[in-house]
């Protein structure tokens, strides 16, 4: 487990490293690129000793998969991973990735296990308007739009009232068509999220471009 930059979790954990999207931003092909961590990133391999670090002496918020999505976890990584976490149920578990499917299935490990107490949280991630047809194909306890590409109209979260929490961030890194976001896109979003009265948390990448404006809600993780 490490602790990590990423403002809305303590720690990250994962057990998995690697991934088939292919997106063009990706920060963590480049950490692997970097640090080879694994030899073929779109060969995804998991790392099953890392679960013991999840007995913590304290309750943390734990991000499970900022190196991997949790689409190309193979069914008995999963199984594994939510027996070690039905023993742990202190920390909190976060889930994030852009297939909806994924999520359906997580779901379904997580409701199978014994004991699963209620500390998992999942997220699908959603950059640009043509994303949302993907919420009416899961539930999610929160989304992330990050990096948010283009305006997003949350309007239509208003039919799913499991979304308790919105995180957005900016692109980040150096790539040569990098999406720098307008404020009054964020500033639409925040509009209707607190008429939904859904918590929003901004990642430092938008505090230049939010100025005053910049907010970070309590996170519905937070213990
Ligand atoms: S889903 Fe995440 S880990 Fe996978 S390629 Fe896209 S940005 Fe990278």
Known sequence: MKNTKIEWCDATLNPVIGCKHGCPYCYAKSMNKRFGFIENWEDPQFFIERLRQLNTAYPKSVFMDSMSDIAFWKDEWIEKTFEVISRNPKNSYIFLSKDPAAIRKFII?????RRMADCVFFGITITNNSDLLKLDECEVDFVS??????????????NHPEIKQIIIGAETGTRKDKIIPEKWWID???????????KVFMKNS???????????DSLIWSK
């Open 188 to 198: 639409d979003i925040v509009r209707k999220a607190g008429s939904l009265q859904i």
């Open 145 to 158: 739009l990050e990096p948010i590409l283009s305006p997003v109209n949350i309007s239509c979260f208003a």
């Open 206 to 216: 938008l505090k230049e471009i939010m100025g005053s404006d910049f907010r970070q």
């Open 109 to 113: 490990f997580k409701n199978l296990t």
